[in-house]
């Protein structure tokens, strides 16, 4: 199997807020033709937003809704001041804090919000992993 993630796909209950709190983010969508999922182009995977329902559907479970799903996704930035400012926007465009932006115990700096599906979202400075001009993690052996 490559080495790759090729679409990663978060359910809704409401796709028109959904698709309007990521374009708030400064996330455009693409691909709309597929008028039944909201996909979004980020870095080189896709972004996917589709119904609960028919995602749980898709993949043969149950439809359990939004809430802790044992997995966070992360979004790292360059500075301290990013991780504060990405968060107050994303609060300013309808998440909720879930946790506030702090020295972290592994020594870099982060915080949380939960989209308004719930999904939670780490947004994390750390200095030990450069990133790339184009934002992709450079990860020592």
Sequence with gaps: MDQRISIVTLGTNDMARAVAFWEAMGWPRRAKAFDAIAMFQVGGLAFA???????????????????????????NVR??????????????????????????????????FCDPDGHPWEVAYNPFVPMAPDGSLILPD
């Excluded at 559907?57 to 997995?71: N, S, T």
């Excluded at 909720?96 to 915080?111: C, R």
């Design 49 to 75: 937003i589709y119904p609960f329902a028919k995602l749980a559907g898709d993949c043969g479970m149950e439809d359990r809704g939004p809430g802790f799903g044992g997995f966070t996704i992360a979004h």
């Design 79 to 112: 500075s301290e001041a990013e991780v504060d400012a990405l968060i107050d926007r994303a609060v300013a465009n309808g998440a909720t804090l879930q946790v506030k932006p702090h020295k972290a115990f592994w020594g870099g700096y982060s915080g949380y």
